[in-house]
Every structure is written in C-alpha cells, then in structure tokens.
C-alpha cells in the first residue's frame, strides 16, 4: 500500500495546493494521502485566517484522505523544527510511504546535496556560518551565504539561477529542510518534490488563478472582493472561507489578538521572555522595551526591527511567548521524539480501511476524541504537547470576530470532520 504524505498550512487552500496534490497523485499514484496541518498559528508566527477545522475540511473536500494536525509546540517554529515536526508526524504514522513538497526547482537532486550538507554539517561550513552570523546577519542570511560558499569549494555546479531557486526561495528552504529531517530521522519515507506554478510564496497582491496565499489573505483583509478571490481557490475551499467569513468566524489575524500578545510581553518577566525560543543574545530587553513603548503591534515589529531579528522571527516569538513555548520545553519533545500523538482533524468516508491500518501500525497514540486525551496520553511530555494545543485554541479563539464562537474548550466540543 502506498500511502503519500504532504506537510501543509492551507491557509487557505488553494488552485496552488490543487496543483500541487493532484500532480503529487499523478506521480506517486498512492492509494492514500495523508496531510499533516498546522492547527491555529503558522510557520511564519501568524494567526490561521480561519480555524483548523474549516481548513482541514478544505483538504477533505478537496481529495486529501486524512487530516492530523501538527501539534502547536512546532506549528510556529523555524523552517527546521517545523519541518522536522512535520516529518516526524508523518513517519510516527507507520504508513506513509512517500513525501511530496513543493519547490521553486523542482529538482530533488540539488535539494537533496544541500540538506546533506545541513544535515551533517561538516566543519567548514559551520566556520563559515560563525563568520557570516559575527557579521550581524540574520540566521537565515549567514545559512543561505554559508551555504552557497561551501557548496562551490565542495564542487557542487549549480549554476546562479539554480541558487537562486535553491536557497532565496521560500518553498524550496522548506524542502530542503524537509529532506534534512528525513536524514536526521532515519526515515524511510520516500520523498518528490512538485515545481511550484504561478505566483511566489510571498506575492503580497492577486495574480489570477494562481495567487499565493498571502496574496488571498490581503485581499480579503483589504478589499474582499469574492469575485477575485473565488477565481484564486477550488469552489470547495470558497464556499468554506466565505461560509466562515460570513457567519463572522474569521477573518483571524495577529491584529485580532492585538492586546493578547502586547499584554503577554508586558507582563512576563525579562527572566521568561529569555527562555522563549528564538531569543538570544539579550534580545528579551530589546522586545520588552519595544511592547511598553509601542501602543499596537504594527507600531512593536517596526519599533523591534533589526537586520538580524526579522519580522518573522518576531511574530513566532510572540506567539511563543503567548502559548508558553520555550527551548526547555522543546527540547524536552526533541528527547521524547517530537510529536507524541496522531490528533485527527477529519477524514473522508474512503479512507476507513486507512484508518484501520493507522491503529495497527502508529508509533504513538491516535486521538479521535478530544475529551479523552487524559486517558490515551500516558506520557506527561504528551499530555503537556497536547495542553499546549488546547491553549492555541482557546486563545486564537478570543481573536474570532463574533462573540458566540469565542467560548473556550472548543478542542472538546467540535467535531472531527467527516467528508
């Protein structure tokens, strides 16, 4: 049985995703596909633009098989841990056999080379990314430079459009972070990767059918005109976002949780914000200064800003700060293994003998039925991981802007989807 594994935000799903799932099929021909989501905050430290359930209905509606939902202590994390979150879910299925990302290259081959470098991290290149991070880079900047200088002392000939779509592009870093957990895992899953089409992942404004989801986003932040959007998504995905949108279920932003996520800086200790992940080098007073001096979030990033602590890095560190992630607390999963459970967002009616399968083979303990978690966790680093999760929720919750769909414990009270 092959059974094919996608790591996705669906934020929303869109003729992107469509491309990308329905190529993957084509080439790997599986007779399952297995999607591990992100559930209320994202990569890039940002508040989903609607809840987990829509979105894995989205997938559901869409072909995707099963939807498990990739616990919040990795949801919002560096391209590296959220990749080897991902990867780790997927390979605690003990089913799927296979892995599909997209990327600006489209080529596994060069993907592959530079994982391998990240993965083993010879001498040589860690020098060089010492020297480029004493220059006051961001991480990412002196990676990507340390990179590109050892691969050519290395031989490795790629040519500089290659690099280009190699290392300053957003789905192909992710791949290769992806391959590099496979590595580091042992995994024996087996990964293709899908050329993107249309427009970057980061294009701010619409570009027809094939608009990134940042792009879907704004519009619907700044203008939503449906019409424009509707032609950027599968009709199953719309007809879900604008449902959510009208009923007053979203739109969802950090903007939304505004005063959560000062108030949370404002009153943590300087002691705690240090133990967030992705602070160092005495960034917390820096970030404690800019949440008592700022009066709104956009006026915080821009006053917190540097060359080396980007935007993204800021977000994921307020969303850390507001669910209580630190690095204890992540390295304590990395001892345990990463992800500790299989919590099931939705599935669809064919996939039941896959599910059979799932109970027979998983490596941890599959969670159907929130209510029950205390009783299938026997592991206090699961039960934690999972406590993490319900925070997400509760508090991603207070950003929904009616007030009727606000309540808490909704991890206890929605039902899974069935499609």
Known sequence: ???????????????????????????????????????????????????????????????????????????????????????????????????????????????????????????????????YLDQGLSFPQARHRAIKEHAKRSGLGFS?????KIINSSNSILAIEYLKALYRTNSSIIPVTIQRIGAPYNAQEMSGEVSSATAIRNELLRQKCWDSISRAMPQASF??????????KGPVTNSSLEQLLLGKIRSMPLEEIKH??????????????????????????????????????????????????????????RRAGGPQYLRILGFSKRAIPLLKQLKQNARVP??????????????PVAREMFDIDVLATNLYSLGI???????????????????
Not at 160 to 164: A, G, K, L, Y
Not at 366 to 379: Q, V
Request: charged fraction near 25%; charge should be neutral.
């Open 160 to 164: 500089e459009s290659q690099w280009e």
């Open 401 to 419: 802007p009616d007030p009727r769909y606000r309540r808490g414990n909704r991890d206890f009270t929605e039902k899974i989807r069935i499609v």
């Open 276 to 333: 967030l992940m992705d602070v160092d080098e005495g960034l917390e007073n820096r970030i404690k200064e800019c949440a008592l001096k700022a009066a709104t979030l956009d006026e915080f990033m821009a006053l917190a800003k540097t060359r080396r602590y980007v935007y993204t890095r800021l977000q994921r560190i307020l969303i850390h700060a507001l669910l209580g992630i630190t690095r204890e607390r992540v390295e304590r999963f």
């Open 366 to 379: 599959i969670i159907t039925k929130a209510a029950h978690y205390h009783r299938i966790l026997e592991s």
């Open 1 to 131: 049985m092959k059974v094919l594994g996608i790591i996705a935000e669906y934020n929303p799903f869109h003729n992107g995703h469509m491309y990308h799932l329905k190529s993957s099929l084509e080439l790997i021909d599986p007779d399952y596909t297995i999607v591990a989501m992100s559930g209320h905050f994202t990569q890039r430290g940002e508040a989903a633009i609607i809840d987990k359930w829509e979105r894995a209905e989205m997938a559901l509606k869409n072909g995707v098989d099963i939807v498990v939902e990739l616990p919040a202590a990795y949801s919002s994390q560096t391209a590296e841990l959220f990749a080897y979150g991902g990867v780790q879910l997927l390979n605690h299925t003990g089913v799927v056999t296979h892995i599909s990302f997209g990327s600006e290259i489209g080529q596994i081959q060069p993907l592959a080379e530079i994982a391998r470098i990240l993965a083993d991290e010879p001498p040589p290149f860690k020098a060089l990314l010492k020297q």
């Open 239 to 248: 007809k879900i976002l604008k449902c959510a949108v009208e009923s007053g």
